[in-house]
């Protein structure tokens, strides 16, 4: 069974960079398969996917946050990142890490999410 | 970006009766080559990540009970809950994987009425 945990910092502060990992367990990211995604919720709105990354370092991102967002993988602690840029009040929200399998956008398992609030 | 949009936006169906959701989008996401729908149905309870119900428009994932059904093709699609059961009650939303930015539908609250 895959399972996934989000971890970072619940509270950052205007203009600064968010950074969040996912920890893989139940299958090895160097093992390939899985795309590993990112995808963020304000409350009541519908999931916004972030972007992708795969075993290898291949990336696919939003258009919309492409300059401010980057991700990475280590696969000796099988697990990846996200980091985003710049952040405003906007960028708040659940962030979900995600795996999917067979295609690059189905998303399943997700991990519980984490809440991050943009404030000073 | 691929627009997705559902409706209707919430429904009350009676336990035991069935509920349709509906959604559409704004391009055509089926793959002639592989004819194969790029759609999803999720289903997210208060406090919880999204649960993937179907894949492939139609394709029900393991332990997802059979009165979760989906249907349809190219630019419309359905979810149906065969008889709604108290632990139905959710956000159901559906979700393009045809092409990035991957989208999803704004949502629909079911609730028991």
């Known amino acids: 069974q895959v399972v996934l945990q989000e971890s970072g910092p619940g509270l950052v502060k205007p203009s600064e960079t968010l950074t969040l990992n996912c920890s893989v367990s139940?299958?090895?990211?160097?093992?390939?398969?899985?795309?590993w995604s990112w995808i963020r919720q304000q409350p009541g709105q519908r999931p916004e996917w972030i972007g992708y990354?795969?075993?290898?370092?291949?990336?696919g991102y939003k258009p919309s946050l492409m300059g401010r967002v980057s991700m990475s993988v280590d696969t000796s602690t099988n697990q990846f990142s996200l980091r985003l840029t710049s952040v405003t009040a906007t960028d708040t929200a659940v962030y979900f890490c995600?795996?999917?399998?067979?295609?690059?956008?189905?998303?399943?398992?997700w991990g519980q999410g984490t809440l991050v609030t943009v404030s000073s | 970006d691929i627009v997705m949009t559902q409706s209707p936006d919430s429904l009350a169906v009676s336990l035991g009766e069935r509920a349709t959701i509906n959604c559409k989008s704004s391009?055509?996401?089926?793959?002639?080559?592989?004819?194969?729908?790029?759609l999803s149905w999720y289903q997210q309870k208060s406090g919880h990540p999204p649960r993937l119900l179907i894949s492939w428009a139609s394709t029900r994932e393991s332990g997802v009970p059979d009165r979760f059904s989906g249907g349809g093709s190219g630019t419309e699609f359905t979810l149906t809950i065969g008889s709604l059961q108290a632990e139905d009650v959710a956000i159901y939303f559906c979700q393009q994987y045809y092409s990035t930015p991957y989208t999803f539908g704004q949502g629909t609250k079911v609730e028991i009425k």
């Open positions: 990354i795969y075993y290898t370092g291949a990336t």
């Open positions: 995600a795996g999917a399998l067979g295609a690059t956008g189905r998303f399943d398992p």
């Open positions: 139940g299958v090895s990211i160097a093992s390939g398969g899985h795309y």
């Open positions: 391009q055509s996401i089926l793959t002639r080559s592989k004819n194969k729908n790029y």
